[in-house]
């Protein structure tokens, strides 16, 4: 018999991205370790909500390396790097793309938000990674209704939204834990790299790329979405 659908979030997994993998410590051999886990943990019963900064070169292995994830639903809550336009991402694995979703009392979003709906208590959400940069002001309520979910800290692993929500202070009690093993047998982070690391240029490839594959680019338009049907559709900022 066939265990129950559960949902995943997997966070900011900016596929081919050097930079990053300098910044946070990941392991050389990141992408293929997030997608393998996720190809592992996710069912086919399984809604997958990706919470954004999916790729960032090489575009064009994003379908094939979604395809490997057997998920019944995979939605893409856009990040700020997300530029293509949403039905682009809904061509190329995911079921359907949006600014925000709402869940219940849950709203999922890549960046914390400040301002919540009614009737929503806890806001999921990326984009902080493990090192904490552009942290919100004093609006922001870390584990309190903010959840801040980092592929780092999870062991480059999707997480599970019941048991993100239920235990929460075991999870980050575990994720602190998986995040300083990583760091400790990462290599050493290199100097100089600016907190604005996100801020690539428009065309050429200056060396955070691979394979010589332009960054994503083209800006494109998202939904809001809520209970998991796109709403409201209107233009990113």
Request: glycine share 8%; hydrophobic share 30%.
């Amino acid at each position: 018999m066939p265990r129950q659908p559960y949902i995943w979030l997997w966070p900011d997994t900016h596929l081919f991205h050097r930079e990053i993998r300098a910044l946070t410590g990941r392991p050389h051999n990141v992408d293929e370790l997030m997608v393998k886990n996720a190809a592992h943990l996710v069912y086919p019963q399984d809604t997958l909500i990706h919470l954004g900064d999916v790729i960032f070169y090489q575009l064009p292995r994003l379908k094939e390396m979604l395809d490997r994830i057997k998920a019944q639903t995979k939605v893409l809550v856009m990040g700020n790097h997300d530029r293509k336009s949403r039905s682009w991402y809904q061509r190329n694995g995911f079921d359907f793309a949006c600014d925000m979703l709402v869940i219940g009392d849950v709203l999922f979003s890549h960046k914390p938000t400040q301002i919540f709906p009614e009737g929503v208590y806890v806001n999921v959400h990326g984009h902080l990674h493990n090192t904490g940069h552009r942290m919100g002001g004093s609006w922001h309520k870390p584990y309190e209704r903010h959840m801040l979910v980092s592929i780092e800290k999870s062991d480059f692993k999707p997480v599970r939204l019941d048991q993100l929500l239920s235990h929460r202070h075991e999870v980050l009690k575990q994720w602190e834990q998986n995040d300083e093993r990583t760091r400790k047998t990462s290599v050493s982070k290199p100097q100089g790299i600016p907190p604005e690391h996100d801020q690539r240029p428009a065309a050429a490839d200056p060396g955070g790329g691979e394979g010589g594959e332009e960054p994503n680019g083209d800006a494109g338009g998202a939904d809001e979405c809520e209970g998991g049907v796109a709403a409201n559709p209107r233009r990113s900022p």
